[in-house]
């Protein structure tokens, strides 16, 4: 289970190469909005939509729904996107041993 917001976006943001603010402010570039929706997929498996959102500063649960909907498609799609967002929830788990950070992953267009 992930406890730690602050974590969560940290994590995502160093492997997306971008900020935590970025993430949670109103950018709406292609690296910034699928890192967003990644914080919000991984949130969302474990607590409340409307608190996602609300962490997230977006007003309403559904951009939690359709952002969880399109990181779980393109996992699906996209075998190293499934890896990434694997590690970026491994290392963002309650009680997980730190590891080693690889480099950044390259997301393919």
């Known amino acids: 289970m992930i406890v730690d917001f602050d974590l969560?976006?940290?994590e995502t943001a160093d492997v997306f190469?971008?900020?935590p603010e970025d993430i949670l402010g109103p950018k709406r570039t292609k690296h910034v909005s699928m890192a967003r929706h990644v914080v919000m997929a991984c949130w969302a498996d474990h607590h409340p939509y409307q608190?996602?959102?609300n962490r997230c500063n977006r007003t309403c649960h559904s951009?939690?729904?359709w952002?969880?909907?399109r990181i779980?498609?393109?996992a699906e799609m996209?075998?190293?996107f499934a890896k990434m967002l694997a590690a970026i929830s491994r290392r963002c788990q309650y009680g997980a041993e730190p590891e080693k950070k690889e480099k950044?992953?390259?997301i393919c267009a």
């Open 72 to 74: 779980l498609n393109e």
């Open 104 to 106: 950044q992953i390259e």
């Open 51 to 53: 608190d996602t959102a």
């Open 78 to 80: 996209d075998l190293s």
């Open 8 to 10: 969560l976006v940290r």
């Open 67 to 69: 952002a969880r909907q």
């Open 17 to 19: 190469g971008v900020t």
């Open 63 to 65: 951009t939690v729904i």
